[in-house]
């Protein structure tokens, strides 16, 4: 459950701690049901179009997302695991400015990350009673979350295809039409 407190004073922070800690929870996977409306949609017959994927901060949730969508498509885990970790990096703002307040306009989502070095980071971190380099280390996104997360989608599936279809109906069928849709 979470502490409000903590949520309300560090929520970027303690959202992205319950979320990647949450990968492994039966609980969790039920709530990946919710992306079934994404792969609706990008099989709706009557779509034109692309579609827009995000979450408030565009790593955790919309990551996860993008992750399933990939492995559906056949992507390699490696190419997905990049694609996943890239976030790390790409949502610093100003990352090389160890001044940079910019990202401060993100504190509502999960984009308050910034690296070590950036000064108000380290501020938060001492904060919370934390070095800057611990605090950064438990809220980057790492591979083993979705090794973790694919295997607990086999232990309580049986297997990714038994999952797709499960949770998303994604049968032989619907997959190659969307591969079809998705693929050059």
Not at 8 to 19: D, V
Not at 127 to 147: C, M, N, Q, S, V
């Amino acid at each position: 459950m979470h502490d409000r407190a903590k949520v309300e004073e560090y929520g970027p922070f303690y959202r992205m701690l319950t979320l990647v800690n949450g990968y492994g929870d039966a609980d969790f996977l039920r709530r990946l049901g919710a992306y079934k409306a994404m792969f609706d949609q990008l099989l709706h017959p009557a779509r034109e179009g692309a579609i827009l994927i995000h979450c408030t901060g565009g790593r955790d949730r919309t990551g996860i997302a993008t992750a399933i969508l990939l492995r559906a498509l056949g992507v390699s885990d490696t190419t997905i695991r990049a694609n996943y970790l890239a976030s790390n990096l790409l949502l610093q703002p100003d990352r090389h400015d160890p001044n940079s307040t910019s990202y401060q306009r993100f504190t509502f989502s999960n984009v308050y990350v910034q690296p070590p070095r950036n000064h108000t980071f380290a501020k938060v971190a001492a904060t919370l009673g934390e070095t800057p380099h611990h605090l950064y280390d438990a809220i980057k996104l790492r591979p083993e979350y979705l090794t973790t997360l694919w295997a607990t989608i086999d232990h309580q599936y049986g297997s990714f295809d038994s999952f797709l279809a499960a949770a998303y109906d994604l049968r032989p069928s619907r997959i190659t039409a969307l591969k079809d849709i998705m693929t050059a």
